[in-house]
Protein backbone atom coordinates (compact mmCIF):
# COMPACT_ATOMS: atom_id res chain seq x y z
CA UNK A 1 0.00 0.00 0.00
CA UNK A 2 1.71 3.45 -0.75
CA UNK A 3 1.31 6.37 1.68
CA UNK A 4 1.44 10.16 1.04
CA UNK A 5 2.63 12.40 3.69
CA UNK A 6 1.83 16.29 3.60
CA UNK A 7 4.11 19.21 5.34
CA UNK A 8 4.94 22.92 4.88
CA UNK A 9 1.41 23.85 6.13
CA UNK A 10 1.23 26.93 8.54
CA UNK A 11 -0.40 30.57 9.07
CA UNK A 12 1.16 33.23 7.03
CA UNK A 13 -0.16 36.69 5.95
CA UNK A 14 -0.88 37.99 2.86
CA UNK A 15 1.15 38.41 0.24
CA UNK A 16 3.12 35.71 1.82
CA UNK A 17 4.75 32.33 0.81
CA UNK A 18 4.91 28.78 1.86
CA UNK A 19 5.69 25.36 0.37
CA UNK A 20 3.69 22.39 0.87
CA UNK A 21 5.58 19.06 0.07
CA UNK A 22 4.39 15.64 -0.10
CA UNK A 23 6.07 12.76 0.15
CA UNK A 24 5.48 9.12 -1.31
CA UNK A 25 6.35 5.92 0.40
CA UNK A 26 5.63 2.35 -0.29
CA UNK A 27 6.19 0.18 -3.15
CA UNK A 28 5.22 1.42 -6.43
CA UNK A 29 7.31 1.79 -9.55
CA UNK A 30 6.30 5.27 -10.27
CA UNK A 31 3.81 8.09 -9.79
CA UNK A 32 2.05 8.53 -12.57
CA UNK A 33 0.60 11.80 -11.82
CA UNK A 34 0.11 13.76 -9.08
CA UNK A 35 -1.74 16.72 -7.75
CA UNK A 36 -2.63 19.33 -5.06
CA UNK A 37 -6.48 19.90 -4.01
CA UNK A 38 -7.86 22.10 -1.53
CA UNK A 39 -11.19 22.36 0.67
CA UNK A 40 -11.75 25.30 2.21
CA UNK A 41 -14.93 24.70 5.03
CA UNK A 42 -18.85 24.45 3.45
CA UNK A 43 -17.33 24.31 -0.09
CA UNK A 44 -16.28 21.31 -2.18
CA UNK A 45 -12.74 19.83 -2.83
CA UNK A 46 -11.04 21.82 -5.77
CA UNK A 47 -7.96 21.03 -7.81
CA UNK A 48 -5.59 23.49 -7.25
CA UNK A 49 -2.87 22.11 -9.80
CA UNK A 50 -1.35 18.58 -11.04
CA UNK A 51 1.49 17.60 -12.77
CA UNK A 52 2.18 14.28 -14.95
CA UNK A 53 5.34 12.47 -14.50
CA UNK A 54 6.60 14.14 -17.91
CA UNK A 55 6.43 17.08 -16.08
CA UNK A 56 2.96 18.65 -17.42
CA UNK A 57 1.11 20.76 -15.84
CA UNK A 58 -2.14 22.73 -15.31
CA UNK A 59 -3.69 24.84 -12.60
CA UNK A 60 -6.80 26.40 -11.23
CA UNK A 61 -7.88 29.74 -12.43
CA UNK A 62 -7.53 31.21 -9.23
CA UNK A 63 -3.79 29.85 -8.64
CA UNK A 64 -2.02 30.76 -11.68
CA UNK A 65 0.97 33.03 -11.72
CA UNK A 66 1.37 32.41 -8.00
CA UNK A 67 1.44 28.50 -7.48
CA UNK A 68 3.66 26.35 -9.15
CA UNK A 69 3.65 22.44 -8.60
CA UNK A 70 6.61 20.37 -9.21
CA UNK A 71 8.38 16.60 -8.41
CA UNK A 72 11.57 15.74 -7.45
CA UNK A 73 10.99 11.58 -9.03
CA UNK A 74 14.39 10.84 -7.21
CA UNK A 75 12.59 11.58 -3.79
CA UNK A 76 8.84 10.68 -4.78
CA UNK A 77 8.03 13.99 -3.46
CA UNK A 78 5.86 16.91 -5.00
CA UNK A 79 5.50 19.83 -3.73
CA UNK A 80 3.34 23.39 -3.83
CA UNK A 81 4.91 26.62 -4.41
CA UNK A 82 2.29 28.87 -3.13
CA UNK A 83 3.41 32.61 -3.46
CA UNK A 84 1.36 36.27 -2.87
CA UNK A 85 -1.02 33.96 -0.65
CA UNK A 86 -4.78 35.76 -0.47
CA UNK A 87 -7.20 35.49 2.60
CA UNK A 88 -9.20 33.03 0.09
CA UNK A 89 -6.33 30.42 -0.32
CA UNK A 90 -7.26 29.51 3.08
CA UNK A 91 -8.00 25.32 3.23
CA UNK A 92 -7.07 22.07 3.69
CA UNK A 93 -4.82 21.20 1.24
CA UNK A 94 -4.16 17.71 0.09
CA UNK A 95 -1.84 15.54 -2.24
CA UNK A 96 -3.02 12.98 -4.37
CA UNK A 97 -1.09 10.44 -6.62
CA UNK A 98 -1.76 7.68 -8.85
CA UNK A 99 0.82 5.37 -9.05
CA UNK A 100 2.15 2.54 -11.10
CA UNK A 101 2.19 -0.09 -8.62
CA UNK A 102 3.06 -3.31 -10.82
CA UNK A 103 3.25 -3.31 -14.46
CA UNK A 104 -0.26 -4.28 -14.28
CA UNK A 105 -2.29 -2.96 -11.44
CA UNK A 106 -2.35 0.97 -10.46
CA UNK A 107 -3.26 2.65 -7.34
CA UNK A 108 -4.73 6.25 -5.89
CA UNK A 109 -3.97 7.37 -2.81
CA UNK A 110 -4.56 10.61 -0.77
CA UNK A 111 -2.73 12.50 1.80
CA UNK A 112 -3.86 13.61 5.28
CA UNK A 113 -4.02 17.02 4.34
CA UNK A 114 -2.26 20.45 6.12
CA UNK A 115 -4.01 23.46 6.89
CA UNK A 116 -2.68 26.30 5.15
CA UNK A 117 -3.89 29.88 6.55
CA UNK A 118 -3.46 33.15 5.15
CA UNK A 119 -4.49 35.89 7.32
CA UNK A 120 -5.59 39.44 5.79
Known amino acids: QVQLVESG?????AGGSLRL???ASGRFISIIVAGWYRQ???KQRELVARITSGGSSIYADSVKGRFTI???NAKNTVYLQMNSLKSEDTAVYYC????QRTWYDQENAWGQGTQVTVSS
Open 21 to 23: SCV
Open 9 to 13: GGLVQ
Open 70 to 72: SRD
Open 96 to 99: NAAF
Open 40 to 42: APG
